[in-house]
């Protein structure tokens, strides 16, 4: 599949009929919203947990050099925190475009943090779209993220800006802040050896 989705996004009319829909962000919609919703509050949804296992082209990466940014993957049981967004049909238009990455529009059952549960749409990179990177060990993506970037900024404060979010909901993630603590450990050995070789000359 194409990694530009937005034609067939468009084509969804599971919520033509609504005035206003639910969405449920779980990577960068977590700490960012560039768009007018009515409201927004914690939610998580059952059964997909999150994974650094797609690439990014367009946002922190290059198609030359794609990033690593997350998508969702199947898991039975599991629990992903995020946050809800309560926004209007228009708005979907302009998120079809800032997700056309590889990311498909999948409808689905979301908890709300005040106890309501309502039907949400949340976009999922699926292993079939070409820009999917797919599993890797956490320290090797954590390398990847540490040499990435694109015209959305450094690949690292993607995942920076949603390790401090995660941690304000009280989020438990395993895969992300193991790639965290990589990261921050790469940082630091990095540093050092520029030390040692200002130290040399
Ligand atoms: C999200 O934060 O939910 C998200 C962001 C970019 C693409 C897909 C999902």
Not at 21 to 50: H, N, Q
Not at 85 to 106: M, W
Not at 172 to 181: G, K, L, P, W
């Amino acid at each position: 599949m194409s990694a530009d989705t937005i034609a067939v996004n468009q084509q969804m009319s599971h919520f033509d009929d609504h005035a206003e829909l639910w969405l449920f962000g779980y990577g960068s919609l977590i700490y960012k919203a560039d768009f007018a919703y009515l409201e927004r509050r914690p939610a998580s949804i059952r059964g997909w947990t999150r994974r650094f296992w797609q690439g990014s082209h367009d946002h922190r990466g290059t198609p030359e050099a794609p990033g690593r940014v997350v998508t969702l993957v199947e898991q039975p049981d599991a629990v992903c925190v995020g946050m809800a967004y309560l926004i209007s049909l228009d708005t979907l238009q302009h998120l079809d475009v800032r997700e056309k990455n590889g990311y498909l529009r999948f409808v689905t059952e979301m908890q709300l943090d005040d106890g309501r549960q309502v039907e949400a749409l949340v976009y999922i990179a699926t292993p079939d779209n070409e820009a999917y990177l797919g599993p890797a060990d956490e320290r090797e993506i954590a390398r990847h993220i540490a040499a990435s970037a694109g015209p959305s900024g450094p690949n690292r404060d993607y995942l920076l800006h949603l390790t401090d979010t995660l941690r304000e909901l009280g989020a438990r993630d395993t895969h992300v802040f193991e790639i965290e603590r990589h990261l921050l450990e790469i940082a630091t050995e990095e540093a050092a050896a520029r030390t040692r070789k200002h130290a040399a000359v």
